[in-house]
């Protein structure tokens, strides 16, 4: 049972462009969701936040978008740089279980010069 | 100092041998994490440590030790793994602030990547 979904493996876009990144979740008790960028064997490093009582959270080049009654998140890089290719995992946190963070399965962004 | 550091980096070890990973932070946080990630997957939980007591285990095997010696430090136990124990395994730490709303993000290590052979 997939708690948090990210449909699109991969994701290609052109520099300067803007990149959108999908999540989708099951659970209506997580209230705290992350987007963490991955590079190859490295640790995923944290990218922005949002809190379920917020639909917007922005953070220079990038913000996150929450839909609670489509239990949907999305996050906006806008203009996307080569720099920007990695994986990029959504993350969700539930109310009880705080510890327990769930990620989805990772989209590959791929920024094209 | 927003770093939590992993040693070291790359281990290979036979299935007998013992071995231990280690992670430190000095961030003040008092929730500390060992995560397991095997390639084209998402980081899965294995063990949560809330002011230095293990508060979750995910059914971890036991050849997989953890240890929290004080608040900055993090240990994890290896014996008689097996090749199917090869991952990268990522340290993390938070301030554990929780409630509705609460801003709660894990700081991830550069990980360990351990072969089993």
């Known amino acids: 049972d997939q708690q948090v979904k990210q449909n699109s493996p991969s994701l290609s876009v052109q520099e300067g462009r803007i990149s959108i990144l999908n999540c989708d979740y099951t659970n209506s008790m997580f209230d705290y969701f992350l987007w963490y960028k991955k590079y190859p064997a490295e640790g995923p490093t944290f990218l922005i936040s949002?809190?379920?009582?917020?639909d917007k959270n922005e953070d220079g080049r990038f913000t996150v978008f929450l839909n609670k009654s489509a239990k949907h998140l999305s996050l906006h890089i806008v203009p996307s740089q080569p720099g920007d290719s990695a994986v990029y995992f959504c993350?969700?946190?539930?109310?009880?279980?705080?510890?327990?963070?769930?990620f989805g399965q990772g989209t590959r962004l791929t920024i094209n010069p | 100092d927003t770093e939590v550091t992993q040693t070291p980096k790359h281990l290979v070890m036979g299935m007998t041998n013992k071995k231990s990973l280690k992670c430190e932070q000095h961030m003040g946080h008092r929730a500390m994490y060992w995560y397991k990630q095997k390639a084209k997957k998402p980081p899965e939980l294995m063990f949560v440590?809330?002011?230095?007591?293990?508060?979750i285990n995910e059914s971890v095997p036991s050849r997989f030790s953890p240890e929290c010696p004080n608040s900055s430090l993090l240990n994890l136990h290896l014996h008689a793994l097996q090749p199917e124990d090869s991952a990268l395994y990522l340290c993390a730490s938070s301030h554990q602030f929780y409630g509705q709303g609460a801003d709660e993000k894990l700081f991830f290590g550069s990980g360990t990547q351990l072969s089993v052979l």
């Open positions: 993350a969700a946190r539930p109310i009880q279980g705080a510890q327990k963070l769930v």
């Open positions: 440590y809330s002011y230095e007591k293990l508060s």
């Open positions: 949002i809190s379920s009582i917020k």
